[in-house]
C-alpha cells in the first residue's frame, strides 16, 4: 500500500472512532430523569392531599416505592375507602 491509501485508511478508522463516541455519549448525556430520581411528596402530603378528595379520617399511610405511589386507608362513615396518590405528582389515582 501506498501512502495516500495508508492516510485515508486512518482517516477512516479515525472518523468511524468519533462518531461512534460522539453518539455513545450523546445517548448517555439524553438519558431522560425518571420519577425515580425525584423526591415524593411525603406521607402527611398524601393524607392531606387525599382528605382534600373523601372526607374522612386518615387510619394508614403507606408507600409503594415499585408502584410510586402513596396507599392512603380512610374511615369514611363506617366503611373502609382505599386512596392512591401518586408519589411524585401528588395526584389521585
Request: glycine share 4%.
Amino acid at each position: 500500500m501506498n501512502n495516500r491509501c495508508h492516510h485515508y485508511l486512518l482517516k477512516t478508522l479515525l472518523l468511524a472512532f468519533f462518531s461512534f463516541n460522539l453518539v455513545s455519549t450523546s445517548y448517555v448525556l439524553a438519558e431522560p430523569v425518571t420519577s425515580q430520581q425525584q423526591d415524593v411528596i411525603g406521607s402527611k402530603r398524601a393524607a392531606e392531599v387525599a382528605k382534600s378528595q373523601v372526607a374522612g379520617k386518615v387510619l394508614k399511610v403507606s408507600l409503594d416505592k415499585k408502584q410510586g405511589v402513596y396507599k392512603v386507608k380512610m374511615l369514611v362513615g363506617d366503611k373502609v375507602k382505599h386512596i392512591r396518590v401518586d408519589a411524585y405528582s401528588a395526584a389521585v389515582l
